[in-house]
């Protein structure tokens, strides 16, 4: 589970969130750094993770799954997002799980 605030991006376990909510830890939190966007056309990025949650390998999947999801505009992934946010008994988690499979096509 994602959620994004300004410039960052936090990650829970969907364990986690299902029992905590919006109180449950984070095991990897991601920061953007668009300073040198307009310049160099480059967005730096940082990452911290917890240990005991993810291995390295498991936040750097995490990161990529990210930027390639997010990455460009995609209606139908825009589409996804906004029944999440507004219409969630409406989400169904397959239809995400469809586009993610689809990202290294």
Request: hydrophobic residues 35%; charged residues 25%.
């Amino acid at each position: 589970m994602c959620q994004l605030s300004g410039n960052e991006a936090h990650f829970t376990s969907l364990i986690n969130y299902q029992a905590y909510k919006e109180n449950a830890p984070e095991c990897l939190t991601i920061t953007h750094y668009p300073e040198l966007l307009n310049e160099k056309g480059i967005v730096l990025m940082r990452g911290e993770f917890d240990k005991n949650v993810l291995n390295v390998n498991e936040a750097l999947c995490l990161a990529n799954q990210m930027q390639l999801y997010y990455g460009k505009d995609d209606e139908k992934r825009d589409r996804l997002l906004e029944r999440f946010t507004n219409a969630p008994e409406d989400f169904k988690h397959m239809d995400l799980i469809a586009e993610l499979e689809c990202l290294s096509l």
